[in-house]
């Protein structure tokens, strides 16, 4: 049952995630989406801390839900304190891009233990391949996310959302 539960809620954390990243920054509609992505974000890898079905303990894939939930949480907290903080919604940005990121290796890495016809391709090949695709998403989505960081942050100098001052960016293009 929690399986499940974890499933479900890292497939809608997959689906708001990327309607976050595909319409435009600072309105209303990407403030309740970002809510919604960071609680459903929360439960899956609260989740994942009390599934150990794999080696029976505390292993990698807890540590990195630990690292997905402290920039999940980090991501949210620049947005809540950001008129105390300087660079606030720069770091926001690094924060949820990488929490998405460690959501779509870890599904990657998933569907490769999971998904029949990829867990035969794996099987065939090298047991490496899961890992080699994680990594090659990680390294594909840090290029995205450094070339748009400077387009994402350039429209907020006063410490306020672009829907706050009228101007709201889009999301990066690259």
Known sequence: MLGAIHTILGALSLVLGGLIF????GTRAHVRLGWAYAGSMLCVNVSSLFIYRL??????FHMMAIVSLLMTVSGVLQV??????RNWLRRHYQYMSW???GLLAATVNEAFVRV????????????????IASLLIVAGSGIVIFRGRAD???????????????????????
């Open 22 to 25: 595909l319409r435009t920054k």
């Open 55 to 60: 080696i029976g303990g505390f292993n990698l």
């Open 80 to 85: 809540r304190f950001r008129s105390r903080l």
């Open 99 to 101: 929490s998405y990121v």
């Open 116 to 131: 029949p016809p990829l867990k035969s391709i794996a099987a065939e090949t090298t047991v490496a391949l899961p890992l």
């Open 152 to 174: 994402c942050c350039r429209a907020t100098v006063t410490g306020r959302r672009p829907a706050e001052t009228g101007s709201a960016p889009s999301a990066p293009t690259q």
